[in-house]
C-alpha cells in the first residue's frame, strides 16, 4: 500500500514564477492537509481540503497561494509570482476519515522549494 | 493557541546510550500530544501519541514518552539507542482539531 506521495521532491524557482506542488494521498483517503516547514522552524498548518472542498485555509497567505483537491487526480498546493520567502519544505498529510483530531495524519516526503 | 518548543536542534548519542528527546508545549485545554519521526527522504512517521487515559505511551522501535502536565513536558526517551534511530524527531500538539502544531524538530546521530 503506497504511502503519500508528492512530487517534486526538489523544486527550484527563479522569482516572479510560479510553483506547483503536487501530493498524492494514501488509497481511500479523501481528506488531505497541506503544512510548511521555514528553515529552522516547525511545520505549520495551511490548509485542509476535502474532495472538491476547502475545510480551512485560515493557515494560507491570502496572496499567491491556492490550494486545490479535485474530484479526480492529485492535490495542488499552487504558489504564483514566487518570492525568496517562499523557500521551504511544504509537506502534505491525509487522513481517511473526518479531520478530528484522533485521526491519525499519514505524511509524504515533502517537496523542498528553492527561490532563487 | 498551543505551541510546542524541542530544547535542543541537535542531540548526539553513543550506540547504546539513552536517548532523551525534550518537548514542552503549551495549551490552554487538554492537548493531544504526538512524536514523529523523518527519516532521510522519507514522510513523517508517527512514532506514538497520547489522547487520554495512561501517562506513559509507548510507541513502535522501543520509544516511550510521558505525558507530565504538571510541568508541561512531552520527553521522548529510549532505554539504548540504535544506529538506525538516527533521524530527525518531531513533536506536535493539537486540541480539538486537526490543526497539528509542531516543534522545530531535533536531529539525532548516533555514534558506534
Known amino acids: 500500500n503506497a504511502g503519500v506521495m508528492q512530487n517534486p521532491r526538489h523544486l527550484v524557482r527563479r522569482r516572479g514564477q510560479e510553483a506547483r506542488l503536487r501530493c498524492s ?18 511545520l505549520k498548518f495551511m490548509v485542509y481540503l476535502q474532495k472538491e472542498n476547502i475545510i480551512d485555509e485560515s493557515g ?4 499567491r497561494f491556492s490550494a486545490e483537491f479535485p474530484k479526480e487526480g492529485p492535490s495542488i498546493l499552487r504558489i504564483q509570482q514566487v518570492v525568496r520567502g517562499d523557500s521551504a519544505a511544504y509537506f502534505c498529510a491525509s487522513s481517511s476519515t473526518s479531520g478530528s483530531s484522533y485521526n491519525e495524519q499519514f505524511f509524504g516526503p515533502g517537496t523542498r522549494l528553492t527561490v532563487l | 493557541a498551543q505551541s510546542v518548543t524541542q530544547l535542543g536542534s541537535h542531540v548526539s548519542v ?3 546510550a ?15 500530544l504526538f512524536w514523529y519521526v523523518q527519516y532521510p527522504n522519507q514522510g513523517l512517521q508517527l512514532l506514538l501519541k497520547y489522547t487520554t487515559g495512561a501517562t ?3 510507541g513502535i522501535n522501543g520509544f516511550e514518552a510521558e505525558f507530565k502536565k504538571s510541568e508541561t513536558s512531552f520527553h521522548l526517551t529510549k532505554p539504548s539507542a ?3 534511530d538516527a533521524a530527525e524527531y518531531f513533536c506536535a500538539v493539537n486540541t480539538n482539531d486537526y490543526k497539528l502544531s509542531f516543534g522545530a524538530g531535533t536531529t539525532v546521530t548516533v555514534r558506534a
Not at chain 2, 19 to 32: D, F, H, Q
Request: hydrophobic share 30%; aromatic share 10%.
Open chain 2, 56 to 58: 506513559l505511551v509507548k
Open chain 2, 82 to 84: 540504535h544506529m538506525s
Open chain 1, 25 to 42: 494521498p494514501m488509497k481511500g483517503h479523501s481528506h488531505v492537509y497541506w503544512y510548511r516547514q521555514l528553515p529552522e522552524e516547525g
Open chain 1, 60 to 63: 494560507m497567505p491570502k496572496e
Open chain 2, 14 to 16: 553513543s550506540e547504546g
Open chain 2, 18 to 32: 539513552l536517548v532523551l528527546l525534550r518537548c514542552n508545549y503549551s495549551s490552554s485545554v487538554p492537548p493531544y
